[in-house]
């Protein structure tokens, strides 16, 4: 009799496997969704940096003007940035040789459409 209780214990039972499988399908869901978060996040980073450095060089732009006039404009980046647009904006501050520049570089569309923000303060050449 002593024999047939130590082969009773040899081995899974199916609710032990079925938990296993469990914590490890649970493990791979997480494990995935961390994965595409980090896509996602390293794709944000990529545009985000693409778009600083073109507000950068719009800001370098109306700081090489001799003194911008006030006022909004908009446009894009041509080809090479298709998926990037700009807004500036000149305005008046309470020096009169002092504008405040302001660049927008937005890309997205709709309801997920992003944007990154510079502010500059050209002053008048003399």
């Known amino acids: ?24 399908a649970t493990s791979f869901v997480v494990l995935l969704h961390s994965r595409n978060q980090s896509v996602l ?19 370098s732009e109306a700081g090489q003007e001799v003194f911008p006039d006030t006022g909004e404009e908009t446009g894009d980046f041509g080809d090479n940035y298709s998926q990037y647009r700009w807004r500036t904006s000149v305005s008046e501050t309470p020096y009169e040789n002092i504008r405040e520049v302001k660049v927008e570089v ?3 569309e709709g309801g997920s459409e992003r944007s990154i923000g510079l502010v500059n303060y050209v002053r008048e050449k003399k």
């Open 41 to 59: 996040s390293a794709d944000y980073a990529k545009q985000a940096t693409i778009a600083t450095l073109l507000a950068s060089e719009k800001i």
């Open 1 to 24: 009799m002593k024999q047939n209780s130590t082969l009773e214990n040899n081995g899974f039972t199916l609710l032990e496997v079925m938990v296993a499988l469990l914590i490890i």
């Open 106 to 108: 937005l890309w997205g």
